[in-house]
T-cell receptor
Framework: DTGVSQDPRHKITKRGQNVTFRCDPI?????LYWYRQTLGQGPEFLTY????????KSRLLSDRFSAERPKGSFSTLEIQRTEQGDSAMYLC????????????FGSGTRLTVV | AQSVTQLDSQVPVFEEAPVELRCNYS??????LFWYVQYPNQGLQLLLK??????LVESINGFEAEFNKSQTSFHLRKPSVHISDTAEYFC???????????FGKGTRLHILP
């Protein structure tokens, strides 16, 4: 069990470019969550998967955002046509079955849009 | 829908002094409660959780939190803080009808020498 891995740790991109982040959850966890955290705020829910099915998406997730978990293992989060307001820490977490026992978070990907 | 309020955005406290970080929640159904800690440039780590049973829960590094249903609170306390406790602390809640954890805005704990 190597924990939840996120790649890259940091990403600087120019406005208008597309970016993709990857998350590898704990292997036996079937639930995977994406959150966004901006400065001075707590993590805000974006979306989650149970196995390969995307079960819920937040209204925060505009059409420029898409997430996949093709084989129920790793997940990707893509942001198209990035804007400065997308600058944030993107956190991935995984959980076994229901969430009431808490998640295990990765270290996050810090995105800076210039 | 449930929500979490952390009343203090920052709490300064002298080293070896006690500290309390306040958290109140709102929910019409049963809840499970968590405290997460985030050290600089790191992800969140689960500090402690209340699921059921004893209303006082403890972590391995000396923190404790008490679930108070009548006051809808889950305050975090430590009798004597260390410089290594410098971090941001997030209170969080999930109900038994929902599938995602909702976080408060966090409280930054400043340890003064």
């Amino acid at each position: 069990d190597t924990g939840v891995s996120q790649d890259p740790r940091h990403k600087i991109t120019k406005r208008g470019q597309n970016v993709t982040f990857r998350c590898d959850p704990i292997s036996e966890h079937n639930r995977l969550y994406w959150y966004r955290q901006t400065l001075g705020q707590g993590p805000e829910f974006l979306t989650y998967f149970q196995n390969e099915a995307q079960l819920e998406k937040s209204r925060l997730l505009s059409d420029r955002f898409s997430a996949e978990r093709p084989k129920g293992s790793f997940s990707t989060l893509e942001i198209q046509r990035t804007e400065q307001g997308d600058s944030a820490m993107y956190l991935c977490a995984s959980a076994r079955d229901r969430s009431n026992y808490g998640y295990t978070f990765g270290s996050g990907t810090r995105l800076t849009v210039v | 829908a449930q929500s979490v309020t952390q009343l203090d955005s920052q709490v300064p406290v002298f080293e070896e002094a006690p500290v309390e970080l306040r958290c109140n929640y709102s929910s019409s159904v049963s809840v499970y409660l968590f405290w997460y800690v985030q050290y600089p440039n790191q992800g969140l780590q689960l500090l402690l959780k209340y699921l059921s049973g004893s209303t006082l829960v403890e972590s391995i590094n000396g923190f404790e939190a008490e679930f108070n249903k009548s006051q809808t609170s889950f305050h975090l306390r430590k009798p004597s803080v260390h410089i290594s406790d410098t971090a941001e602390y997030f209170c969080a809640v999930i109900t038994n009808r929902d599938d995602k954890i909702i976080f408060g805005k966090g409280t930054r704990l400043h340890i003064l020498p």
